[in-house]
């Protein structure tokens, strides 16, 4: 076995997650390599989830029966452990969404509604980059063709980072935001955000940052980042899917006004007007995901247990070491930084001509379990010519092992196309 500096214990943590015992296509073991898509939960987190629903379930906030304050408290309690997760100066700068492409739609609108001085309109720009998930493409897109605002864009360079040579003429003193990915889902790249973040404060503008594939693999401190929006979702880290969260600053989310208006997010209605309640519940219109909520909770509880910088240097170690073995298969070219340093745990490359879906296909023929395609992020995939990629994505619970697993299956799709 493959023994390697700074893993973490994964034989027992394995033992946590019941899905990777499965076996599949007649006796195969599961090979688990699309982390960046969606984490397995951890039986802390299925608990909390079957608990809930067994022995709390009820509508949260107004109910004043014992139902309605345990779910409350419950719901509640997993506001604070995000806000401690993150760093937030407070708990009410937490806003619970479905997922971060709601949190990024959240931002956009917001910003289209807004007054000065934090309104888009036709005299401002917007700045994102080529690399973002289509989550962070599609609502500025909206927005600039709502309001008229012109939309930026860094480029890439040829090693799958961020074209900043002409920083100062993308970011201007037009730019009201720019929101860019802290790590790419499809290639790895670990962004220069103190680079970003310095000009975009130089000209007043909003920073929002995509968190996404970082939240979930590392410290993250928002307080450090000096952003003023944060998005991630709770399913990449061990939580369940319809949890998403969205960090603001306090004074912007004072000033900002809703995007979703009904129950909750309201302080009193009448027929000609409303006032709202203050934030979060200003942007938490409807009942909420309580029971996702939870599940978020308890997956915060599960990766503090084990420690994010542990977590961080487990994933570095089998980065660098996939790196080494990738290199080996002929053909085979990573789109993305070739090495480990200042990269997360996605790795995205093409095998030769053979299309990726067809990879794909043939690696899960062996048990082995990729994602294929673009990655909601088709304009990389326009930079560098490519149709499409495959990518294999780590996780706290992944293997040296499952790394050799994949180097061998690349070896027989080669063998089968000849």
Known sequence: MTQLPGLLDTEAIRKDFPVLDRQVHDGKKLVYLDNAATSQKPRQVLDALSEYYERYNANVHRGVHVLAEEATALYEGARDKVAAFINAPSRD?????????????????????????????????????????????????????????KLKWFGLTDDGRLDLSNIDEVITEKTKIVSFVLVSNILGTLNPVETIIRRAQEVGALVCIDASQAAPHMPLDVQALQADFVAFTGHKMCGPTGIGVLWGRQELLEDLPPFLGGGEMIETVSMHSSTY???????????????????????????????????????????EYAVQRLAEVPDLRIIGPTTAEDRGAAISFTLGDIHPHDVGQVLDEQGIAVRVGHHCARPVCLRYGIPATTRASFYLYSTPAEIDALVDGLEHVRNFFG
């Open 277 to 319: 309640a203050p934030a979060p519940h200003k942007f938490e219109a409807g009942t909420p995901p309580i029971a996702q909520a939870v599940g978020l909770g308890a997956a915060i509880d599960y990766l503090q247990s084990i420690g994010m910088d542990k977590i961080l240097a487990h994933e570095h170690a089998l980065t």
């Open 93 to 149: 700068e937490v806003i619970f969404t479905k997922n971060a492409s709601e949190s990024l739609n959240l931002v956009a609108n917001m910003l289209g509604w807004a007054d000065e001085p934090y309104r888009v309109d036709h005299e401002t720009e917007i700045v994102i980059t080529e690399m973002e998930h289509h989550s962070n493409i599609v609502p500025w897109q909206l927005l600039a063709q709502r309001t008229g605002a």
